[in-house]
């Protein structure tokens, strides 16, 4: 099963501030995805990736940059944090040709 | 579009209570669905509980099943007799091989009371 770590697991941030949150996986999976989950709304896609320096637009991207530098690794960018971005953010991957996707333990955000 | 409804929680139940949390599909472009339950428990990311990919298929999984049902555009998760162990957060969900992405429902929050 794969393997897909978050970092860090909790950020405090003020308005305006930046911050970047870190997605890890270790077996390979081409797709790699950033979820918001919030009460009322399950979650909702950020940005998605298939592979290294590819970005693809998802449901809810304004405020969000994200980059993906190896097949393991996916950043996700807030440049200018606002109290609407506080919320529980998932990191998840899958291969090619499956349609299971494998998730982090997620990243508790909190801007001020 | 594509989405998932299912039952608003929290869902609150007496241990050894049976379970179900309602799901119903929209799948305007994908012609075959594959449909999923994933948990998430409490601290812990998403996981699998179940999928079914044909219509007309029952997946079971830790005690849960849950039916794929084309005529009604259903998929309700079941339990005959839950445990404390099993609150966590139930999310239903809907893909295909050919799409690059699930579409999620909201989630709904189970308590097992003791």
């Known amino acids: 099963e794969a393997a897909v770590t978050q970092s860090p697991r909790n950020k405090v941030t003020v308005t305006g501030g930046n911050v970047t949150l870190s997605c890890r996986q270790t077996?390979?999976?081409?797709?790699m995805y950033w979820y918001r989950q919030d009460t009322g709304h399950g979650l909702r896609l950020i940005h998605y990736?298939?592979?290294?320096?590819?970005?693809q637009i998802g449901d809810v991207p304004d405020g969000y940059k994200a980059t993906r530098t190896t097949q393991e690794d996916f950043f996700l960018l807030l440049e200018l944090a606002s109290p609407s971005q506080t919320s529980l953010y998932f990191c998840a991957s899958r291969d090619w040709g499956e349609d299971t996707q494998y998730f982090g333990p997620g990243t508790r955000l909190l801007v001020l | 579009g594509d989405s998932v409804t299912q039952t608003e929680g929290p869902v609150t139940v007496s241990e050894s209570e049976s379970l179900i949390i309602n799901c119903t599909y929209s799948?305007?472009?994908?012609?075959?669905?594959?449909l999923f339950w994933y948990v998430r428990y409490p601290g812990e990311g998403l996981q699998l509980l179940l999928k079914v990919i044909t219509a007309g298929q029952k997946g079971s999984s830790r005690g849960f099943e849950a039916t794929y049902n084309k005529e009604t555009t259903s998929f309700h998760l079941q339990k005959a007799s839950v445990q404390e162990s099993d609150s966590a957060v139930y999310y239903c969900a809907l893909g295909a091989h050919s799409n690059n992405r699930i579409f999620f429902g909201d989630g709904t929050q189970l308590v097992v009371k003791p």
């Open positions: 077996n390979s999976h081409n797709y």
């Open positions: 799948a305007t472009s994908i012609a075959y669905p594959n």
């Open positions: 990736s298939y592979g290294a320096g590819n970005l």
